[in-house]
């Protein structure tokens, strides 16, 4: 075995380690998904879901692939591992 030092990355998570201290982060990971899904400009919003938002809603507007919105979500669900805030909708969508 060999002491590789202080831990920087973990299974895409961005660590950094103080005294007595630990901070995970997916910074890295939001921008690429940001990227992959083409919402760079995507503003943030105190309540992440809209509260009288039902499913019907959906139905009228445009049609969304399916598959690229099983990645979308797939991509938000290992996303909240470390931002749990998001946790209730990310679980609403799926």
Sequence with gaps: MKD???MHHFLGME????????FVSQG??????????HMERSKPMETPLVGNWRK???N???VVEANVYKQL????????NTSMNMCYVVNHLS
């Design 4 to 6: 590789m030092g202080v």
């Design 15 to 22: 660590v950094w380690q103080g005294d007595g201290e630990l």
């Design 28 to 37: 890295k990971y939001e921008n690429e998904i940001f990227r992959i899904f």
């Design 56 to 58: 019907e809603d959906a």
């Design 60 to 62: 009228s507007r445009e």
């Design 73 to 80: 979500v797939g991509s938000l669900k290992y996303l909240v």
